[in-house]
């Protein structure tokens, strides 16, 4: 059975930073890529980080990679979010998806984690 587990979330203040963990089991975790999608309430679920299998990061716009990066320790299958800088509107649940090759939309992912809360006090 496939399971992704997000981790790391919690309340932090802004400017704060935080590492978020996502850890697979069930599957090859070495040959999936990762994606990482934030939802707030009342929001749609947006695409924030992608890296592919071998390590190859994405991001939806230059804004974010100022303050997101993602990587991966395949030996302890485990994808990471960090984020710098943390503002107020960061505030979400934060998933992880994997999928075999490297997909922006959140629907062409075929696993996903249950999600890890990130809230951000001004």
């Known amino acids: 059975q496939v399971q992704l587990v997000e981790s790391g979330g919690g309340l932090v203040q802004a400017g704060e930073s935080l590492r978020l963990s996502c850890t697979g089991s069930?599957?090859?975790?070495?040959?999936?890529?990762v994606g990482w999608f934030r939802q707030a309430p009342g929001q749609e679920r947006e695409f924030v980080a992608a890296?592919?299998?071998?390590?190859?990061?994405?991001f939806p716009r230059d804004s974010l990679k100022d303050r997101f990066s993602v990587s991966r320790d395949n030996a302890k299958n485990t994808v990471y979010l960090q984020i710098t800088k943390l503002k107020p509107e960061d505030t979400a649940v934060y998933y992880c998806?994997?999928?075999?090759?490297?997909?922006?939309?959140?629907?062409?992912?075929?696993?996903w984690g249950q999600g890890t809360q990130v809230t951000v006090s001004s």
């Open positions: 890296i592919t299998f071998d390590g190859g990061a994405t």
């Open positions: 998806a994997a999928n075999p090759f490297l997909k922006r939309l959140a629907r062409e992912y075929e696993y």
């Open positions: 069930g599957l090859t975790f070495s040959r999936y890529a």
